[in-house]
């Protein structure tokens, strides 16, 4: 009983010591990388006929007419992802109300910057996939999305001395395309909508939100109510990973009740954002992004057939020419026709850097790409050009950072070596013991 009771004790700050770990955003763009090349390693190997019954093995049942018995792939798509986008909701509630976006003036620029990045790449993705039928156009909005996890990794390791501002330019945008990501989801790839059920959804999902504003932190009170929102959005028709972001935008940013033993520091986002963020990082994207990203190449005579398919190339220009392009212009052209400016501490070659950051679609493309195509043909080509278009945007986009990173390095150094010596030579310096 005592070696069960230390075991227990000693378990829990490991679990803690792991928790904080997966909060850093470089460890989840880390495990999220490992988990995309298992999966093509896998698929690409003598082994890959594991991998596909694997991830096509189905799990669950159909109570009550419900639809739930899925493969494991769409359990990753619709149940796990739903936590990310929980995530995502907490973060785009956060930023509305207490963040940038809270400040019409410094949220113009990259709000612009997010809708000139979607519909630049949407165009350049039309105007090249239409060779590949009416129906290759349906997948649009594959190069529209910004992977939030992969972009602000790479940033991370990166910045080293570039502005903090960049990073919030970042965030911002990546916060506001993400809005725009499920607006499109839920309007242009729901199919067959009902509206009864989507009503009921309604109803769990007001019971979750009236718990979290009086404060209520039960897991037994607000799990439960989460799945049946879950559910219930899965069976309308709407993609059930909607339901996460509804119940992110739920929880109150500011406490509105407080009770004594509670931290009063935070407010009920951030408590949850710091509960849940481990779980979608160490998990629920890893694990999509393990069984989304499982492609068999064929060689290299299937690759070079899926580089040449206009849907792949398609993809690819929108996400390493249609981001940059796109964002980079609608700020640069707002700047000048408008009293928005560019932080004072960012150049504009900064921006290009953080423009081409913005073309990793890794996540919500591969989720798009999966509602756009049925075809199994076609949904490899997606894999292939979202994959193919995050690495060389992220490539790209490091080369431009890092130099910049080295600039700022350059500029803060000498503005030490000022303040240092202040035009007095070394000997006559005071000394630093």
């Not at 004790?9 to 997966?22: D, F, M, N, Q, T």
């Not at 694997?54 to 739903?82: C, K, Q, T, V, Y």
């Not at 910057?113 to 519909?119: D, F």
């Not at 630049?120 to 910004?146: K, Q």
Request: one cysteine or more.
């Amino acid at each position: 009983m005592n070696n069960r009771r230390l075991l227990t004790l000693g378990s829990w700050p490991e679990a803690k010591r792991v928790s904080e770990i997966l909060r850093k955003e470089t460890v989840g763009g880390v495990i999220l990388l490992i988990a995309a090349a298992a999966a093509i390693i896998w698929a690409n190997s003598p082994w890959a006929d594991r991998y596909f019954a694997m991830r096509d093995f189905e799990i669950g049942a159909e109570p009550f007419g419900l639809h739930l018995s899925l493969s494991i792939g769409h359990w990753a798509a619709d149940g796990l992802l739903a936590i990310f986008f929980f995530v995502v909701g907490l973060e785009l509630k956060r930023e509305f109300v207490a963040g940038d976006l809270r400040d019409p003036g410094r949220a113009a620029l990259p709000i612009a910057a997010a809708v000139g990045g979607m519909a630049a790449p949407a165009l350049i993705f039309a105007a090249i996939a239409w060779r590949g039928g009416e129906d290759a156009l349906h997948g649009w909005a594959i190069p529209t999305a910004t992977d939030i996890a992969f972009a602000v990794a790479v940033l991370a390791v990166i910045s080293t001395h570039l502005p903090s501002a960049l990073r919030m330019f970042l965030l911002t945008l990546a916060v506001v395309d993400d809005l725009l990501a499920i607006t499109v989801i839920a309007v242009f790839y729901t199919d067959d909508l009902d509206i009864g059920v989507l009503a009921a959804a309604f109803i769990p999902l007001a019971v979750f939100a009236l718990c979290v504003q009086r404060g209520i932190k039960a897991w037994w009170i607000l799990i439960p109510l989460s799945v049946a929102t879950w559910v219930l959005m899965h069976e309308s028709g709407v993609h059930a990973t909607v339901a996460g972001v509804l119940l992110g935008f739920a929880v109150p940013v500011h406490r509105s009740v407080t009770r004594a033993g509670d931290d009063l520091g935070s407010g009920m986002a951030e408590y949850f954002e710091r509960k849940t963020r481990p779980l979608s990082a160490g998990v629920a994207i890893p694990v999509f992004a393990f069984f989304a990203a499982g492609v068999a190449l064929g060689g290299f005579s299937g690759l070079a057939q899926a580089l040449t398919n206009p849907i792949t190339l398609g993809i690819v220009a929108g996400l390493v020419l249609g981001k940059p392009i796109g964002i980079f212009c609608t700020t640069w052209t707002l700047s000048k026709l408008t009293r928005a400016e560019l932080d004072s501490s960012l150049r504009w070659v900064d921006v290009i850097g953080v423009s081409m950051l913005a073309g990793i679609g890794f996540t919500v493309s591969l989720l798009i790409g999966d509602l756009a195509y049925s075809d199994a043909t076609r949904a490899e080509f997606v894999k292939v050009g979202v994959l193919t278009g995050s690495l060389i945007a992220a490539v790209s986009a490091a080369v431009v950072l890092a130099t910049r990173n080295a600039a700022y390095r350059r500029i803060q150094e000498a503005e030490t070596a000022d303040d240092d010596h202040d035009g007095v030579p070394d000997i006559y310096q005071p000394r630093q013991d």
